[in-house]
């Protein structure tokens, strides 16, 4: 492999960066909706949340990928592909920020509520200023392997005819020739982006415990 | 909704799903029996093992699934090896997963108390025996949930098959669409089933939770 075509795996491997990073954003906030629904909201509508996290979790990326892409246009919604792929793939690890969200927040003690309402603490008051800084250093290291997963599953992304790392390697092998070359080079891209991540997780996580 | 389309279009659903569960199958058999191996060589005496072991696991757990795929399909033709596409499914499948399941049955084994295999060593057990009669079937029942989602994750993972031409339930899905205009119902079905067979793999491990419990 040439410079250049390391270069156009650089592009590719920026596009991954940036198309994870909207994931991570849109799935923290669908994960804290569901967190909340479930933790705080009516009844109902925690049963809701739960159940879509269920469903969700039950069925393969790539089934919701395919569906939503080639769907959306039938139903009206014509809408460009990366959005597609942001969207569903936001509402699919959101379901799994979710319980990582939910098992944080659900683990800083009861009596920590009793504590914030004494001093007279309004109950958002509370669950912002005493609850949620203590659940925010539970969740680091479980959040980072979910974005771990969300970096790797970008990936299927080519599958459906979105460019970003996997395309560009499928675009210099067929122009080398060299397909094992290419796509051991991808392997090696994502390990460099992944890897950082996990050691990371392990390192809050040892901390945490200590 | 077109439903006579989805009824129509069953029986060769069903044949993809035959595929699905055939690969599913074999991955979760191959990835329960690496496990041990990856497990073993983990906790090895040999620091070379533990060595390749470790790189092992970091390398399959940080790199996509679809592009060991990719490696063993279209890679390996550049070197004169040309694998079947069913074949080359299955081996990603194994590897990646015996690394996770692997790191899951490390995790039980150590969380099973010392004082336990020194109870037994003191008893005169020989170090197989206590490590097969006693550490393992403790940490196998303290693991068994996390097993059970790695289950689903291999269920769910067999749809990236697709992408090499697996005639699996995904790529039956992919074919349907090209034949007709009904994109949602085909895939409504397709992930209804996908959610049958990852509730019936979850409710199967619930039932062998059940009759193997873990004693306090």
Not at chain 1, 28 to 33: D, E, H, R, S, Y
Not at chain 1, 94 to 102: I, L
Not at chain 1, 140 to 162: D, H, M
Not at chain 2, 116 to 134: K, W
């Amino acid at each position: 492999m040439n410079l250049a075509s390391l270069r156009y795996l650089g592009i590719g491997a920026g596009t991954t960066i940036g198309l994870a990073a909207a994931v991570i954003v849109l799935g923290a906030v669908v994960g804290m909706l569901l967190a909340t629904a479930r933790l705080y909201a009516w009844p109902p509508i925690g049963k809701l949340a739960e159940g879509y996290a269920l469903v969700i979790r039950g069925v393969p990326l790539l089934i919701l990928l395919i569906g939503a892409y080639f769907s959306l246009p039938y139903l009206g919604m014509d809408m460009p592909l990366y959005a597609v792929v942001i969207l569903v793939m936001g509402l699919y690890f959101g379901a799994y920020m979710g319980e990582v969200f939910r098992g944080a927040i659900a683990s800083v003690p009861r009596t920590q509520w009793d504590a914030g309402r004494s001093v007279g603490f309004r109950w958002l008051q509370v669950f912002g200023i005493v609850i949620l800084p203590q659940a925010r250093r539970l969740c680091v290291a479980p959040f980072l392997n979910v974005a771990l997963t969300v970096v790797k599953n970008t990936s299927l992304v080519s599958a459906i005819g979105g460019w970003e790392l996997v395309a560009a390697g499928r675009e210099i092998g067929e122009r080398t020739g060299d397909l094992l070359a290419v796509y051991l080079a991808i392997a090696a891209v994502y390990f460099a982006i992944c890897f950082p991540l996990a050691r990371l997780a392990t390192f809050i996580e040892r901390r945490s415990h200590a | 909704m077109d439903f006579a389309f989805i009824l129509r279009s069953l029986p060769l659903l069903l044949e993809g799903l035959q595929l699905t569960l055939a690969l599913a199958g074999l991955a979760l058999v191959g990835a329960a029996l690496g496990g041990i191996v990856v497990a073993l060589a983990r906790r090895s005496t040999l620091a070379p093992l533990r060595a390749t072991s470790l790189a092992f696991v970091e390398v399959m757990r940080n790199t996509p699934i679809m592009v060991q795929i990719f490696i063993l399909y279209f890679g390996l033709p550049s070197i004169g090896l040309y694998p079947d596409a069913f074949i080359s499914g299955v081996i990603a499948l194994v590897l990646q997963n015996s690394a996770y399941v692997g790191e899951i049955y490390r995790a039980g084994i150590e969380s099973v108390n010392r004082t336990q295999t020194e109870a037994a060593l003191s008893l005169g057990m020989m170090p197989r025996a206590v490590l097969l009669q006693i550490v393992f079937p403790q940490a196998l029942r303290r693991v068994l949930p996390m097993l059970g989602s790695q289950a689903v994750v291999i269920v769910k993972d067999t749809s990236i098959a697709s992408t090499i031409a697996v005639a699996e339930l995904t790529h039956t899905g992919k074919l349907l669409l090209d034949r007709s205009a009904a994109p949602y119902e085909t895939f409504l079905a397709i992930a209804l089933i996908y959610l049958a067979v990852t509730a019936l793999t979850l409710g199967a491990l619930k039932l062998v939770a059940i009759r193997f419990p873990v004693r306090a």
